[in-house]
């Protein structure tokens, strides 16, 4: 199931020179970091307080180059100027309850290419309960809209409508019920509902129940089983998917500086009324680790079959990215990371797609409440249809207000 090794797959050496680029930058600036001094005190904002409860309200506005908007083989040039506001929450006292959250609303702009002009929105909700008894339960949800004024390109292939409304929520339950053991339950419902006819809507209600072993002070050893249902849009009408998997992992006892939990296993999946299941590995993994003062880095990924967004597909889907932020001093930081995707699809034409990409961002505070902001980022897709693949690169730059 690897994308095919045909020269075509082999980065060419203008995006080589990208990424080369960008790492010399991040090396470069955290030389500098590293052989001065804090230039200034300056405190950035704590945000407004009502007693318990943090609210931060802030500002992005950015000009963005875009080398090829609409992902296609050819490529189109666009730059735009986006603006976006919103706010960050958090309650947070000695008792059992924790709260928060964030909202933001995107205008993006395209100076020369009107048609191709967006908005979104997103907001995300997380409530975590823990007793003294070490009964934990946690809530997360989330929901956004993308409205996008562009149409199919012409001569792309695999090509989805990005108009949309997503909606997500996720629950946890953890239970000990001896000194070492707990029952760990986690449910969700995960949903997208694409405006685009021709685009598969997919909603999909998963389910997983995990033994938690302690092994030692402060790890766990997993063992479980999950099953998901889910449901498409085939070319015949509503389509009713199955998955089934096993699994044992690792997870932290949460630490204010590690916290991790990572499956690996097998997973059986049934597309519609098959009849059989075709078998695949199943991973899942998130990590964070507050390496130091000024270091913080984190690690995700998932590995698991589901239905595609074109009508009438699925496949394997396998996704991975690694960032790390480095605070040089209280002026200065630095983020970086990259980031893999791969969906394999069944239905004709059957192809294999394969998404790597680098970001680079730099922030130089100008006083508690501003910030200038560089970023670039660099991408490609690989594909067994040589007709999907695409090389991207954007650079952004602009100022963030944040109370």
């Known amino acids: 199931m690897k994308v095919s090794k045909s020269d075509r797959y082999v980065p060419s050496y203008g995006w080589t020179c990208v990424l080369s680029v960008l790492a010399g930058l991040g090396l470069a600036g955290m030389a500098v970091a590293d052989s001065a001094v804090t230039l200034d005190p300056i405190e950035p904002s704590n945000g407004l307080k009502f007693g318990d409860m943090t609210v931060s309200p802030y500002l992005d506005v950015l000009y963005i180059y875009d080398s090829n908007y609409d992902r296609s083989k050819n490529g189109t040039k666009a730059e735009s100027a986006n603006l976006k506001p919103g706010f960050d929450f958090n309650y947070e006292n000695e008792g059992p309850h924790k709260f928060s959250g964030k909202f933001w609303y995107l205008f993006e702009e395209y100076l020369d290419q009107k048609k191709i002009d967006s908005n979104q929105w997103r907001e995300e909700l997380r409530y975590l309960y823990r007793s003294p008894r070490e009964v934990t339960f946690r809530i997360d949800q989330s929901m956004g809209t993308t409205t996008k004024n562009s149409s199919s390109p012409a001569g792309s292939v695999g090509y989805i409508d990005e108009d949309r409304t997503e909606y997500a929520i996720q629950t946890a339950l953890r239970v000990p019920i001896s000194q070492k053991n707990a029952i760990e339950a986690m449910a969700g419902i995960e949903n997208t509902d694409y405006k685009d006819e021709k685009s598969s809507d997919r909603r999909a209600y998963p389910f997983d129940l995990d033994l938690a072993h302690r092994i030692s002070e402060k790890t766990d050893l997993l063992i479980g089983a999950g099953y998901t249902l889910e449901e498409s849009k085939g070319p015949n009408g509503s389509v009713d998917s199955k998955a089934y998997r096993v699994k044992t992992g690792l997870a932290s006892v949460m630490t204010e500086k590690l916290s991790y939990r990572a499956s690996i296993g ?54 991975g990215s690694l960032r790390a932020s480095y605070q040089m001093n209280r002026r200065m930081s630095l983020a970086t990371s990259l980031n893999w995707q791969y969906n394999e699809y069944n239905k004709a034409p059957k192809r294999e797609d394969e998404d790597v990409g680098v970001r680079v961002d730099y922030t130089y505070r100008l006083n508690k409440y501003a910030s200038l902001r560089l970023g670039a980022e660099a991408s490609q897709k690989m594909s067994t249809l040589a007709a999907s693949e695409y090389d991207r690169f954007r650079v952004d730059m602009g100022v963030n207000f944040r109370y």
Do not use: F, I, M, V
Not at 275 to 287: A, E, F, H, I, V
Not at 296 to 315: F, M, P, V
């Open 266 to 319: 097998a997973e059986g999946y049934e597309y519609g009324n098959a009849g059989s299941l075709k078998w695949g590995p199943y991973y899942n993994l998130d990590l964070t680790w507050l390496a130091s003062r000024k270091w913080t880095w984190t690690l995700a990924g998932t590995g698991k079959h589901q239905s595609a967004a074109d009508e009438g597909n699925y496949g394997l889907s396998y996704n």
